[in-house]
T-cell receptor, first 112, second 117 residues
Framework: GNSVTQMEGPVTLSEEAFLTINCTYTATGYPSLFWYVQYPGEGLQLLLKATKADDKGSNKGFEATYRKETTSFHLEKGSVQVSDSAVYFCALNAGNNRKLIWGLGTSLAVNP | DGGITQSPKYLFRKEGQNVTLSCEQNLNHDAMYWYRQDPGQGLRLIYYSQIVNDFQKGDIAEGYSVSREKKESFPLTVTSAQKNPTAFYLC????????????????FGPGTRLTVL
């Protein structure tokens, strides 16, 4: 079946450090891939997405490239800020019923 | 501004009581979803509805019920049959149609935190 695996957190970084949050997936066909972000006490917001192999999604300095050969969609940011502290969720959609398959989330804490 | 509203933000329930969580959207989206979020478990799908007057069980529907009488509204009732209802509940919506760059994003409300006393 379809599944998403994210690296476990929490991840703790200093401001301006480089961030990578790993996400790998298992899916039939050609899924769309997403990163959502959840700030403390809030709902989820779409951060970026990619809908076909080799696409790169980007937003707010974050990037992720859809790698079909490694079934990965790793999230990266070159220089994190304290305001990036949040929980990040990787998700995929591979079916016709519009249901998203979610990773467990990775908590990021950025210290000044 | 278009968006999804959930109310209340915090809800306290005594054991044995049913409670209803509100979710309203003015995005003209066809599909709506209810998720439950527990620490360390990510999001789990409770119910979803693709169109008015139709809904399907998600992965953890036991102890919950929903209705979809209007396109804009998808209330969730947490019944006394739900053994461990304390959690953060998120409502989301999605525009039905062909999957494309413009339509394959789920939009989320701010959530309701339910605590059983």
């Amino acid at each position: 079946g379809n599944s998403v695996t994210q690296m476990e957190g929490p991840v703790t970084l200093s401001e301006e450090a480089f961030l990578t949050i790993n996400c790998t997936y298992t899916a039939t066909g050609y899924p769309s891939l997403f990163w959502y972000v959840q700030y403390p006490g809030e709902g989820l917001q779409l951060l970026l997405k990619a809908t076909k192999a080799d696409d790169k999604g980007s937003n707010k300095g974050f990037e992720a490239t859809y790698r079909k050969e490694t079934t990965s969609f790793h999230l990266e940011k070159g220089s994190v800020q304290v305001s990036d502290s949040a929980v990040y969720f990787c998700a995929l959609n591979a079916g016709n019923n519009r249901k998203l398959i979610w990773g467990l989330g990775t908590s990021l804490a950025v210290n000044p | 501004d278009g968006g999804i509203t959930q109310s209340p933000k915090y809800l306290f329930r005594k054991e044995g009581q049913n409670v209803t969580l509100s979710c309203e959207q003015n995005l003209n989206h066809d599909a709506m979803y209810w998720y439950r979020q527990d620490p360390g478990q990510g999001l789990r799908l409770i119910y979803y509805s693709q169109i008015v007057n139709d809904f399907q069980k998600g992965d953890i529907a036991e102890g919950y019920s929903v209705s979809r009488e209007k396109k804009e509204s998808f209330p969730l009732t947490v019944t006394s049959a739900q053994k461990n209802p304390t959690a953060f509940y998120l409502c989301a919506s999605h525009k039905r149609g062909e999957w494309s760059m413009s339509t394959d994003t789920q939009y989320f409300g701010p959530g309701t935190r339910l605590t059983v006393l």
